[in-house]
RNA sequence: GGCCCCAUCGUCUAGCCCGGCCUAGGACACCAGGUUUUCAUCCUGGCGACAGGGGUUCGAAUCCCCUUGGGGUCACCA
């Protein structure tokens, strides 16, 4: 379906990549390819210094992870190049001088003193700050003079009368009283263009036709607007997608948790799961249907659809789904995606898993529906990979193991009954049934055994067959551990 | 404070645009059972919301107004 829809994402490279930007890129990205357009990255680096190179990077990285591909930006290019605001620059002030010839921006020559004597007294009477307009009302004559002497100035747009409304898919129709809006800066005094100007300049040249982006946006809206507006270009459709707010129902930052795509990476939340759960946030699929594909969301997604309010990170349903896909990943995916975890763990490194995949792959089955992220394996499987038999006991084990009355003596016995068959060369799952009719006869329950026999092989309170686990572990690691519990049952 | 946006279970949401099918559906979390060698998974059940008040209408979660509450924004940042 073929179609002159063009949507962007424009990321400033001033940090790392937010969830609620992953977010906007995500819903823009799906739209776009819903409705057949094209999806294009803009990087907005017209910030003095605190954009670097090394979050501009990170940025792409991580939307090419999240497999969000653009189809013209800065690294690949495009009709529309450059991508970097930054390399615009004389494409900007180009268009600033056009502007102010036509009458649609002033020269203002107020210092920061002045601006900020100013808003201390209009807060002061319960005011709303802004700029008087002092400037505006200058001489041309004057205006002429104190340039010729040097004096410094900003370009400040020359916001008309009248009122101000667009098409949001989100919210309707919104309109804005012109005198609510501030004659803002189009140009600072170094002369360099502003974001308000920028972002319109590079949507009217780069063709953009609908700009979906967060709601804190929704109130320069109208300044960009009025600027379509001068520049006699029709304005795109807008769509300002709800916030992701924190617990404490404020925008989502780093004070009430997690908020760079990164973290979620690193902590090891598989990557669909985060598309999903990020979709979630302020749109659903059908009412009903919580887990769903990338294509259905592509063949579904409106922005119309987007919830109005914000929507506070339910970082539990997130947990949740990230264990759905976990359990849902074939296993030599999912002992794939967990292998870089264990090593970053140094319980091996990726050699040593390679050479014994086959084992890692038991390893990895038997925690897969344990785990909701692949970050939470490598604790869990420690004890698999040490010789030591003197490791670590969980406090729940030892209780488990220590509230059945017998338990050193049935542990010790049932070494000793365990090793006269590996002794004859049977192996541990072959002795499953044996061994609870061990139990049987002796007249115990079975937890009277299992959970001594847990604490002393694994440590934990909980884990796969410990059957399974006796032959990860193999029979020397068996034979140790096994001895070494029922001593330190004892004791 | 001005302006703008918003308002369904604790949380994410369906329903709202095109009033009746809603004694408001699903999911997470929580609680209680069941399965299991344990933990987890899985299964069953429970708890739990239309912010309040006025209209309009035969009828309102759905339309209108007000109140209240929450958020966003007020830079020579983006």
């Excluded at 009368?161 to 609510?180: A, P, S, W, Y």
């Excluded at 870089?340 to 529906?369: I, S």
């Amino acid at each position: 379906m073929p179609s002159n829809i063009r949507v962007r994402f424009a990321p400033s490279p001033t940090g790392k990549l937010h969830v609620g930007g992953a977010r906007t890129a995500l819903f823009n990205w799906a739209w776009a390819k819903k409705h057949g357009g094209t999806f294009l990255l803009r990087i907005e680096d017209t910030d003095e210094g605190r954009s670097t190179q090394e979050f501009e990077r990170a940025i792409l990285e991580g939307l090419h992870w999240l497999g969000l591909q653009w189809d013209e930006g800065p690294d690949i290019g495009g009709p529309f190049a450059p991508y970097r605001q930054t390399e615009r620059a004389a494409r900007h002030k180009e268009l600033a001088q056009k502007l102010f010839a036509a009458g649609w921006a002033y020269r203002c020559f107020c210092t920061t003193e002045r601006l900020e004597k100013l808003r201390e007294e209009q807060s002061k009477n319960h005011l709303k700050p802004e700029y008087d307009g002092l400037c505006r009302k200058l001489a041309k004559e004057e205006v002429e003079r104190r340039v010729a002497t040097g004096e410094r100035y900003v370009l400040r747009f020359a916001v008309p009368q009248g009122e101000t409304r667009f098409l949001d898919h989100v919210r309707g129709d919104v309109v804005f009283q012109n005198k609510e809006v501030d004659d803002w800066v189009m140009v600072r005094s170094d002369g360099t263009p502003t974001y308000n100007f920028v972002v319109v300049c590079d949507d009217i040249d780069m063709g953009i036709t609908h700009v979906f982006r967060g709601e804190e946006h929704l109130v320069n809206t109208p300044k960009q607007v009025l600027l379509y507006r001068a520049f006699e270009k029709p304005a795109p459709e807008f769509g300002h997608l709800p916030l992701m707010l924190g617990k404490d129902g404020k925008k989502l930052s780093k004070r009430t948790g997690d908020t760079a795509l990164q973290d979620y990476r690193e902590k090891g939340y598989p990557k669909d799961a985060i598309i999903n759960f990020l979709c979630l946030q302020g749109w659903a699929l059908n009412g009903t249907t919580e887990v769903f594909t990338v294509d259905q969301l592509v063949a579904n997604f409106e922005v119309k659809d987007v919830q109005k309010a914000g929507a506070i990170f339910d970082l539990d349903k997130f947990q949740w789904l990230a264990g759905e896909y976990i359990r849902k990943e074939p296993l030599a995916e999912f002992a794939e995606h967990c292998a870089p975890f264990v090593v970053a763990a140094n319980l091996a490194t990726d050699a040593e898993l390679r050479a014994r995949w086959d084992w890692y792959l038991r390893v990895a089955h038997g925690e897969q529906e344990r785990v909701r992220t692949y970050g939470e394996l490598p604790p869990r499987v420690a004890y698999l990979f040490g010789a030591d038999a003197d490791f670590a006991w969980e406090a729940d084990a030892e209780k488990n193991a220590k509230k059945h009355a017998a338990a050193r003596d049935t542990l010790a016995a049932y070494g000793a009954w365990l090793d006269e068959r590996l002794d004859a060369g049977k192996k541990p799952t072959d002795l499953r049934d044996e061994t609870k009719a061990w139990i049987t006869e002796r007249g115990l329950k079975i937890p009277a055994l299992f959970q001594p026999l847990r604490c002393a092989l694994t440590g934990q309170a909980g884990g796969p067959d410990l059957f399974e686990i006796m032959e990860l572990l193999g029979v020397p690691a068996v034979r140790a551990r096994i001895r070494r519990g029922a001593e330190r049952l004892a004791g």
